[in-house]
């Protein structure tokens, strides 16, 4: 597993697409906190925070994620590399955690040189190291278990299809409702008592919490299982290609 991760890592590395995701990554999120107007503009906010890297962010990942997975199992089924590599001594649990484990890494790169954002911030404040660092360090991990859900639901997509792109719109797809639709359909007040439940099984409630630091116990769950729910989806498609 450690040689497929290896792999898998020098193929993101290798490659454009993985400096295109984390170039496109820094760029509009720098974007909206440096350049452009209005409220979502650090300079132009009250208060010494990170707030709008940590509310772009998901919706960038929306886009960037899928298009980091997408040939992670599309690319093996369409060249037929698939089957040799379930014929070497791994398991396909393996295979699949492995380009799990390098797309996230992907994105940890991307998300390593916001680091710069912070510091930006910590000197900007008045007086300086005026920023909450312990909100900070929780929303930094809250934003990578949301990315770790994202590239489980990748992987699936790329599991399902030879096309990438195909692969690609599906797990953009699935990951936006994952994040917003459930949100979305849950304050619609159309299911009475169940409204809270619906809103609660989107990733966006959980994510609203430890996006201002606040590290939940049930959200850390919450998002751990979701990773393991698309994992375990990605591991029965494979195994439904042997039938």
């Not at 994105?107 to 390593?112: E, G, H, K, M």
Request: glycine share 6%; aromatic share 14%.
């Amino acid at each position: 597993m450690i040689a497929l991760l290896k792999k898998e890592i020098r193929s993101f590395l290798t490659s454009l697409i993985g400096y295109i995701v984390i170039a496109v990554f820094l760029i509009v999120t720098s974007l909206f906190m440096w350049v452009f107007p209005g409220s979502l503009n650090v300079m132009e906010a009250e208060y010494a925070t990170l707030d709008t890297l940590f509310y772009i962010a998901p919706w960038v990942f929306l886009f960037l994620i899928p298009a980091i997975t997408m040939r992670s199992l599309a690319e093996e089924q369409k060249e037929g590399t698939l089957e040799l590599l379930m014929t070497k001594p791994i398991t396909d649990l393996q295979i699949i955690l492995a380009k799990y484990l390098a797309g996230l890494l992907v994105v940890v790169i991307a998300i390593f040189p916001t680091l710069v954002y912070f510091l930006s911030v910590y000197f900007l404040g008045n007086p300086v190291g005026n920023i909450d660092a312990g909100a900070t360090w929780g929303s930094y991990l809250g934003l990578i278990f949301l990315a770790s859900v994202y590239v489980s639901i990748g992987i699936f997509a790329s599991s399902l299809t030879k096309n990438q792109i195909v692969a690609f719109l599906i797990a953009a797809l699935i990951s936006f409702v994952m994040y917003s639709g459930f949100q979305s359909l849950g304050t619609f007040n159309l299911f009475g008592s169940l409204d809270r439940f619906i809103i609660r099984l989107g990733m966006e409630d959980h994510y609203s919490g430890m996006s201002i630091g606040l590290i939940d116990s049930r959200d850390v769950l919450y998002f751990v299982g979701v990773s393991a729910f698309f994992i375990v989806l990605t591991r029965l498609r494979l195994q439904a290609r042997n039938w």
